[in-house]
């Protein structure tokens, strides 16, 4: 059949993106190569495995972005939140379920839809023709995983993850940081100053260094290749070559002046650089660590300028198959080189089981779209689900695109807000007001047929 969507891959994405194009009447084949091939992190051949965490993170849609992305998909009628409700374990604030009863409820659900086949075995080769989306996610298949790069370009498909730690830029004590690029080289000023400096004296270098070393770290999963490379090795490991490595690496303190102490040269730099165009978040440049969280945030508070930072994210260092998408995929989230072609969940750079199940969500929705000759208007950017598909397909920097979980500081500013921890309740309430005002509006500019229509 012409009108078919093809999804390959039935995880979180693959499975929100079918019963998104299904409830609207279009027919949907799931490719899903479990339990034939298996990857080392899935254990059954159920349609959306939490092969971790049995977390779906924080439920609160007034305080929190992530609860915001819940609130969107349940709004949308989500099958992931519908069968997360359905199977909720008591876990405070957070929305954690009982992952097999999950699982299965998923998969039963889709397989007794009339306009659902589940189709087995893996799919090796980018399709020629017909409407696909491919939600393979972090552990494509390796036959795949090539088929893309070749398309692709190797450079702008990646297969580890190598996260720096992102800062909110109004969590920074700029009495101690300072904004300039090494050697002030660039055209323009906004490139003269396009880094954020924090100076280390020796004694802080020393004790940084040694609280590193202490740090409790992660071990690679097993089966996970440990094999990265040396251009982004973990800065505890950089460390453990010797204790002068990072002062000759990432914290060189050549080429800048602290202008709060001209006259007193660093003994290190800690350098954090621009991570969206908003100028919300900044990631601490060369920082891929495999520290466990709760050392990171010790750790890197010791850097001066940085005592109160708050993270948008952590590092770390993971197999993870995804996309250049900021260069690869246009605004509804189609190869631009093959627009039948969309991607959709984490091998679009998105991290998490809810940002994956929301970009299926919207990928399964702008196919379906496209399927039945409409054209919705964009996604609006204030939105949680906008935030992220501006983020991903044109808002992150290009250059040092890394997987992003969905946060505030993906959001546009809102006006009038006093700023700084003081004002971040009023602020966040403005934020998720203003999301579900948004995204309901484009729910309901935006009907598509219901099946039952
Ligand atoms: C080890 C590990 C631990 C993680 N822990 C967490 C966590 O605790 N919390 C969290 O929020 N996120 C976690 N993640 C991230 C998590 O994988 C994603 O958040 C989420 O599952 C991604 O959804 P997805 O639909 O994009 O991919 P997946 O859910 O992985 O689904 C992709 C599907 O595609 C199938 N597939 C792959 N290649 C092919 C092919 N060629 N043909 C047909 N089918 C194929 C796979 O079998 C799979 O079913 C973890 C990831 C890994 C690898």
């Given at each position: 059949?012409?009108?078919?969507?093809?999804?390959?891959?039935?995880?979180?994405?693959?499975?929100?993106?079918?019963?998104?194009?299904?409830?609207?009447?279009?027919?949907?084949t799931i490719h899903e190569m479990r339990p034939e091939t298996g990857t080392f992190?899935?254990?059954?051949?159920?349609?959306?495995?939490?092969?971790?965490?049995?977390?779906?993170?924080?439920?609160?849609?007034?305080?929190?972005?992530?609860?915001?992305?819940?609130?969107?998909?349940?709004?949308?009628?989500?099958?992931?939140?519908?069968?997360?409700?359905?199977?909720?374990?008591?876990?405070?604030?957070?929305?954690?379920?009982?992952?097999?009863?999950?699982?299965?409820?998923?998969?039963?659900?889709?397989?007794?839809?009339?306009?659902?086949?589940?189709?087995?075995?893996?799919?090796?080769?980018?399709?020629?023709?017909?409407?696909?989306?491919?939600?393979?996610?972090?552990?494509?298949?390796?036959?795949?995983?090539?088929?893309?790069?070749?398309?692709?370009?190797?450079?702008?498909?990646?297969?580890?993850?190598?996260?720096?730690?992102?800062?909110?830029?109004?969590?920074?004590?700029?009495?101690?940081?300072?904004?300039?690029?090494?050697?002030?080289?660039?055209?323009?000023?906004?490139?003269?100053?396009?880094?954020?400096?924090?100076?280390?004296?020796?004694?802080?270098?020393?004790?940084?260094?040694?609280?590193?070393?202490?740090?409790?770290?992660?071990?690679?999963?097993?089966?996970?290749?440990?094999?990265?490379?040396?251009?982004?090795?973990?800065?505890?490991?950089?460390?453990?070559?010797?204790?002068?490595?990072?002062?000759?690496?990432?914290?060189?303190?050549?080429?800048?002046?602290?202008?709060?102490?001209?006259?007193?040269?660093?003994?290190?730099?800690?350098?954090?650089?621009?991570?969206?165009?908003?100028?919300?978040?900044?990631?601490?440049?060369?920082?891929?660590?495999?520290?466990?969280?709760?050392?990171?945030?010790?750790?890197?508070?010791?850097?001066?300028?940085?005592?109160?930072?708050?993270?948008?994210?952590?590092?770390?260092?993971?197999?993870?198959?995804?996309?250049?998408?900021?260069?690869?995929?246009?605004?509804?989230?189609?190869?631009?080189?093959?627009?039948?072609?969309?991607?959709?969940?984490?091998?679009?750079?998105?991290?998490?089981?809810?940002?994956?199940a929301a970009m299926g969500l919207l990928a399964g929705r702008l196919a379906a779209?496209?399927?039945?000759?409409?054209?919705?208007?964009?996604?609006?950017?204030?939105?949680?689900?906008?935030?992220?598909?501006?983020?991903?397909?044109?808002?992150?920097?290009?250059?040092?695109?890394?997987?992003?979980?969905?946060?505030?500081?993906?959001?546009?500013?809102?006006?009038?807000?006093?700023?700084?921890?003081?004002?971040?309740?009023?602020?966040?309430?403005?934020?998720?007001?203003?999301?579900?005002?948004?995204?309901?509006?484009?729910?309901?500019?935006?009907?598509?047929?219901?099946?039952?229509?």
């Amino acid at each position: 059949m012409t009108n078919t969507l093809h999804i390959i891959g039935g995880g979180m994405a693959g499975s929100e993106a079918a019963w998104q194009a299904a409830s609207h009447g279009i027919p949907v084949t799931i490719h899903e190569m479990r339990p034939e091939t298996g990857t080392f992190a899935h254990q059954t051949g159920d349609l959306a495995e939490m092969v971790c965490s049995n977390s779906f993170r924080s439920d609160d849609d007034e305080q929190n972005a992530v609860g915001l992305l819940h609130w969107e998909m349940r709004a949308a009628g989500g099958l992931i939140m519908a069968m997360a409700d359905r199977h909720r374990l008591p876990a405070g604030g957070a929305l954690a379920v009982d992952r097999d009863a999950f699982a299965r409820a998923v998969t039963e659900t889709l397989r007794a839809h009339p306009l659902v086949t589940v189709a087995p075995g893996e799919i090796s080769a980018l399709p020629e023709d017909g409407t696909w989306i491919i939600a393979t996610g972090p552990l494509t298949s390796q036959g795949l995983g090539q088929a893309i790069a070749a398309e692709t370009g190797a450079e702008a498909l990646a297969f580890f993850d190598a996260i720096a730690p992102i800062v909110y830029h109004d969590s920074i004590d700029m009495s101690r940081a300072w904004m300039q690029s090494r050697y002030d080289k660039g055209e323009t000023e906004e490139e003269r100053t396009a880094y954020l400096n924090c100076p280390m004296d020796r004694d802080q270098y020393e004790a940084f260094i040694d609280a590193l070393l202490a740090a409790d770290k992660t071990e690679f999963h097993e089966g996970e290749t440990a094999g990265y490379f040396d251009g982004c090795l973990p800065i505890e490991v950089m460390a453990e070559r010797g204790r002068e490595t990072l002062r000759h690496g990432p914290m060189k303190p050549v080429g800048l002046t602290n202008p709060h102490q001209p006259d007193v040269k660093p003994h290190a730099v800690v350098q954090l650089r621009r991570d969206n165009a908003l100028g919300t978040l900044y990631n601490i440049v060369g920082f891929q660590t495999k520290m466990k969280y709760g050392a990171q945030a010790d750790v890197f508070k010791m850097i001066p300028g940085l005592e109160n930072a708050r993270f948008a994210r952590l590092g770390g260092i993971h197999r993870n198959t995804f996309l250049n998408s900021p260069t690869l995929l246009d605004d509804q989230m189609r190869l631009k080189s093959r627009p039948h072609i969309r991607f959709a969940g984490q091998i679009t750079g998105v991290e998490g089981y809810v940002e994956s199940a929301a970009m299926g969500l919207l990928a399964g929705r702008l196919a379906a779209a496209e399927l039945s000759g409409k054209t919705p208007p964009p996604v609006p950017q204030d939105s949680a689900m906008g935030a992220l598909i501006h983020h991903i397909t044109g808002g992150a920097e290009a250059k040092t695109f890394q997987p992003m979980n969905v946060n505030f500081g993906l959001f546009r500013p809102v006006d009038g807000l006093k700023g700084g921890r003081r004002g971040r309740k009023d602020r966040y309430k403005a934020y998720t007001d203003r999301g579900k005002e948004a995204w309901q509006g484009w729910l309901d500019a935006y009907p598509l047929p219901r099946q039952t229509d």
